[in-house]
């Protein structure tokens, strides 16, 4: 069964503080992940896409990481602001042959505290 | 606007009644999604549409639950005899075409409450 598995379920951290969110995943044919940032009230909007060849990228102060052998994946959080504060949800999307549907974590919330 | 929009933005209704939720894709973005995301959980997937056509009903809760699309545009998604359990954010998404590295655009949901 495809099953995205994301840690911690929460986590509150002081302004400034760096922080990093896991995603293991067991989505199969694997064709890529994205990170959403999903702000309370609004819908989640995408911060990276990881292919399987890809094992970093960055976007600002986000940095995804993708292992595809131990299917895993983090987003590593620089330099924390209030704005980050929202709920991160890691999405795995299958490829050739699977479904078009990609399969959900449910998330990791985090709270920035000034 | 550019977005997805999604139309209301809170619904409250009495059990048993019926709703209908409205989204508005981009422009010319051909694949369209619904999404049901209850308090505190995982977005959970209901149906999608390529073009008019609903390939995959499988995600749909019930025979209460029924979606259509129309002109590759907007969509209504229908709740008839609504129960408690159904109070959730519905979330619409669309992308320029079915595939998997496609990225969805999300609207900002409706919140559905039946009392």
């Known amino acids: 069964k495809n099953q995205v598995e994301q840690s911690p379920q929460s986590l509150i951290i002081l302004e400034g503080k760096n922080c990093t969110l896991q995603c293991n995943y067991t989505v199969s044919p694997f064709s890529n992940l994205r990170w959403y940032k999903q702000d309370t009230g609004r819908g989640p909007v995408s911060l990276t896409i990881?292919?399987?060849?890809?094992n970093t990228k960055s976007n600002g102060r986000y940095t995804a990481t993708l292992d595809a052998d131990t299917k895993q994946s983090s987003l590593h959080i620089t330099a924390s602001q209030l704005s980050d504060s929202a709920s991160y949800i890691c999405v795995v999307s299958q490829g050739p042959g699977g479904s078009y549907i990609p399969t959900f974590g449910r998330g990791t919330s985090l709270i920035v505290h000034p | 606007g550019a977005g997805v929009s999604q139309s209301p933005s809170n619904k409250v209704t009495e059990k048993g009644k019926d709703v209908e939720l409205r989204c508005d894709p981009i422009?010319?973005?051909?694949?369209l999604y619904w999404y049901r995301q209850r308090l505190g959980q995982g977005l959970e997937f209901l149906i999608y549409?390529?073009?008019?056509?609903?390939?995959?009903k499988s995600g749909l809760p019930s025979d209460r639950f029924s979606a259509e699309r129309t002109g590759e545009s907007v969509s209504t998604l229908t709740i008839q005899r609504t129960q408690q359990e159904d109070s959730a954010v519905y979330l619409c998404?669309?992308?320029?075409?079915?595939?998997?590295?496609?990225?969805?655009?999300f609207g900002p949901g409706t919140r559905l409450t039946v009392l």
């Open positions: 998404a669309s992308s320029f075409w079915l595939a998997a590295d496609n990225e969805q655009f």
């Open positions: 990881m292919t399987f060849s890809e």
């Open positions: 422009s010319g973005h051909t694949a």
């Open positions: 549409f390529q073009g008019n056509s609903a390939p995959d």
